[in-house]
Nanobody, 124 residues
C-alpha cells in the first residue's frame, strides 16, 4: 500500500522559511510524479509543484516560482518542499500527492495517492 506522510509544517513569520517533507513508502517510485498541492481556508486545493522521482524534471505554479523548491531524496524516500520568503497568503494545508508516469498534471484528479496534509501558517 502506498503511504504518503507529510511533516515539517508549523507557524512562521512572513519572510521566513519552512521545509516540508513527504515520506513515501509501500512501492518503488521509479517513473512516478510526486507533487505538492495546497488548500487555503475558503479556497479550492491548488497545484504547487511537481517533480519526477528521477529528479530530472520539475514544474512549478507561477505563484511560487523563485520562492519554493521541490526536491526528492531517493535514499530517504522523501519528497521535499523548501519554502522561502513566505507570505501570509501561503497559509494553507499542504498535501503530498503521487501518480505513475505519463503527463505532468497540475489537476487533483490525475493523482492517485495523497497524504493527509500538514498545516503551514504564515503570520504577519
Amino acid at each position: 500500500q502506498v503511504q504518503l506522510v507529510e511533516s515539517g509544517g508549523g507557524l512562521v513569520q512572513a519572510g521566513g522559511s519552512l521545509r516540508l517533507s513527504c515520506a513515501a513508502s509501500g512501492r518503488t517510485f521509479s517513473n512516478y510524479r510526486m507533487a505538492w498541492f495546497r488548500q487555503a481556508p475558503g479556497k479550492e486545493r491548488e497545484f504547487v509543484a511537481v517533480i519526477s522521482w528521477s529528479g530530472d524534471n520539475t514544474y512549478y505554479a507561477d505563484f511560487v516560482k523563485g520562492r519554493f523548491t521541490i526536491s526528492r531524496d531517493t535514499a530517504k524516500n522523501t519528497v521535499n518542499l523548501q519554502m522561502n520568503s513566505l507570505k501570509p497568503e501561503d497559509t494553507a494545508v499542504y498535501y503530498c500527492a503521487a501518480k505513475y508516469g505519463g503527463s505532468w498534471p497540475t489537476n487533483m484528479s490525475s493523482y492517485n495517492y495523497w497524504g493527509q496534509g500538514t498545516q503551514d501558517t504564515v503570520s504577519s
